[in-house]
């Protein structure tokens, strides 16, 4: 099974500082706080989420560590797995699932890579394809949440994203065309 790696990295951090505008960044104690309450959840969790995304589509991990990077900009992505501290560690933590969602469904696998290019053919003919790639992730990222009871969380992460344009198309689409039809598209 897949492992997550957790950490801070100064280095990392003083060049992302230095790439944004960001004025007042949280200190290293609130990072380190904030490092420990999502290693907490990902203890208790953290091996359920990596086989509920697997078995969501049914393809294995092909990555056996990933890397992932706690920083001090609220800005989060896939490559290099970074997680932007958030006030909110629970919010935080399902930012972690999103971004493992892109890492998982960018793996090298051949099939899965077709499948993924057809439903990205599929949702990119009306949509960006910042939009269309969200509309894979949220399918997934909303099985993951009702898989673990999460029903409360799913809701917060639809109502909190809707300042996004693409995320809020995504959900819309992902509400429409519902989810599971949309995964079933995806699986193995």
């Avoid at 892109?102 to 009306?126: D, F, G, M, N, W």
């Amino acid at each position: 099974m897949t492992k997550l790696d957790l950490q801070i990295s100064a280095v990392y951090n003083q060049a992302i500082l230095s790439w944004t505008n960001i004025t007042k960044a949280p200190t290293e104690d609130d990072l380190e706080q904030y490092l420990q309450l999502v290693r907490d959840q990902w203890a208790k969790d953290g091996n359920k989420i990596l086989s509920i995304i697997q078995h969501t589509l049914g393809y294995e991990w092909e990555i056996p560590l990933i890397n992932a990077y706690i920083v001090p900009v609220p800005i989060s992505f896939s490559s290099p797995l970074t997680l932007g501290y958030k006030v909110d560690a629970k919010v935080g933590f399902d930012v972690l699932c999103h971004e493992l969602i892109h890492v998982y469904i960018s793996q090298p696998t051949a099939e899965l890579k077709e499948r993924v290019s057809e439903a990205l053919s599929k949702y990119s003919e009306y949509n960006n394809k910042l939009t269309a790639v969200h509309v894979l992730v949220h399918a997934m990222h909303k099985a993951l949440y009702l898989e673990l009871n999460w029903q409360a969380r799913l809701e917060k992460d639809i109502t909190r994203t809707q300042k996004f344009p693409e995320y809020k198309k995504a959900w819309n689409i992902v509400e429409h065309e519902d989810f599971q039809k949309i995964l079933n598209s995806l699986k193995k």
